[in-house]
C-alpha cells in the first residue's frame, strides 16, 4: 500500500543516481544501446563522479540495475562492442584473465560524441 520508495534514504540515492546517468544517456536506435555522452576516461569508457569517486558508468549500471556488485576481479564486457554503451543487460560479466572472444573483438567508439 505505501510505497517506501520516497522515504527510503538508500532507495532515494538510487533513484537519483539512475536519473544521472539517464541525463547522459542517448538510445541507439538499432542497437538499444545505452550510449555514454558524458565524459570518458583513456580508453572510451564512461565515467562519473559518484560521492567524490570518479566509477565507471557500465560497472554502477550493473550495480543498480542488476543488484550485481563486481569485484575488482571480474570485468563487464559489452556484448554489442560499443565501449560506450552502459545498457546492463549488455553486460557479460567475465573473471579477469579468462575473457572469451567477446573481449579479443575491437570494441568500437560508436558514433557518440565524447562530452
Keep these: 500500500m505505501f ?20 541525463l547522459k544517456r542517448r538510445i541507439d ?5 545505452w550510449c555514454w555522452t558524458g565524459i570518458t576516461d583513456r580508453y572510451g569508457r564512461g ?3 559518484v560521492g567524490g569517486v570518479v566509477v565507471q558508468v557500465h560497472r ?4 543498480l540495475w542488476r ?6 576481479t571480474q570485468l563487464a564486457v559489452p ?8 545498457h546492463p543487460e549488455h ?11 567477446a573481449t579479443e573483438v575491437k570494441l568500437t567508439l560508436g558514433d557518440a560524441k565524447r562530452g
Excluded: H
Excluded at 543488484?67 to 575488482?72: A, C, D, E, K, S
Design 60 to 63: 554502477l549500471a550493473i550495480s
Design 3 to 22: 510505497d517506501d520508495t520516497l522515504t527510503d534514504p538508500l532507495k532515494i540515492k538510487i533513484e537519483i543516481l539512475k536519473l544521472r546517468l539517464f
Design 47 to 49: 565515467q562519473i563522479k
Design 79 to 86: 556484448t554489442c562492442k560499443n565501449r560506450l554503451c552502459f
Design 29 to 33: 536506435s538499432q542497437t538499444g544501446c
Design 67 to 72: 543488484g550485481i556488485v563486481l569485484q575488482r
Design 91 to 101: 553486460m557479460q560479466i567475465q573473471p579477469k584473465g579468462r575473457q572469451s572472444g
